[in-house]
């Protein structure tokens, strides 16, 4: 912004976040590509008011992101409340396997999907902490602009912060239809068309 001759409080710069994340989320949702049906899913830590809180996040086998939800638990109704989500999605399909780690929590929550039926009896559940490495590898890309911040001040400013970095990562891979990836052009308009900015 200084380059540009603007000068801008950081606390601007906060409100701003906290505004638009949420509505980029939203208005993105409808453009995003369809993924596979291979699922990874995994959870990496952020600090919320210095104590460690849950980041849900699952892909595909190709690295697209399926979604992403922040809890305060690690465990089986955190797990079973983050998957109905990725279930619904739009742009999401009914798996064919979900891939999973160790972690005791999944199991009994893909059971529970099951039972309900908001899952296909047929889905294989996998867990492998080889064949997780494309989640895990993912996270960087959302915990790099976490680490400088030192963690979160509360749970919503984390949940809405999360959002932006999640969004604007998932616009970086080339999930957007019509903005692929390296179109940095095509990313731009595409931003300025859901906003009704001028170009």
């Known amino acids: 912004m200084l380059k540009r001759g603007v000068t801008v409080d950081h606390t601007t710069i906060y409100r701003w976040v906290q505004a638009y994340s949420p509505e980029l989320d939203k208005r993105c949702r409808p453009y995003l590509r369809p993924t596979n049906d291979s699922w990874r899913v995994d959870e990496t830590y952020v600090k919320v008011k210095g104590m460690w809180k849950y980041l849900y996040r699952a892909v595909d086998s190709a690295g697209t992101t399926l979604d992403f939800m922040i809890r305060a638990k690690r465990d089986t109704k955190a797990a079973k409340r983050f998957l109905k989500k990725v279930l619904t999605s739009p742009h999401t399909v009914a798996p064919r396997a979900i891939t999973v780690d160790k972690n005791a929590a999944y199991p009994p929550a893909l059971s529970d999907l099951k039972s309900d039926k908001a899952l296909p009896k047929t889905t294989e559940t996998r867990q492998s902490k080889y064949l997780n490495n494309?989640?895990?590898?993912?996270?960087?890309?959302?915990?790099?602009?976490?680490?400088?911040?030192?963690?979160?001040?509360?749970?919503?400013?984390?949940?809405?912060?999360?959002?932006?970095?999640?969004?604007?990562?998932?616009?970086?891979?080339?999930?957007?239809?019509?903005?692929?990836?390296?179109?940095?052009?095509?990313?731009i308009s595409f931003l300025n068309q859901i906003f009704g900015v001028a170009a």
Request: glycine share 12%.
């Open 134 to 187: 494309t989640v895990e590898q993912d996270h960087r890309f959302i915990k790099r602009p976490v680490k400088p911040g030192l963690g979160f001040g509360s749970f919503n400013t984390a949940r809405r912060t999360l959002k932006g970095y999640e969004v604007m990562n998932m616009i970086r891979k080339g999930q957007i239809k019509d903005a692929d990836r390296g179109d940095v052009m095509g990313q």
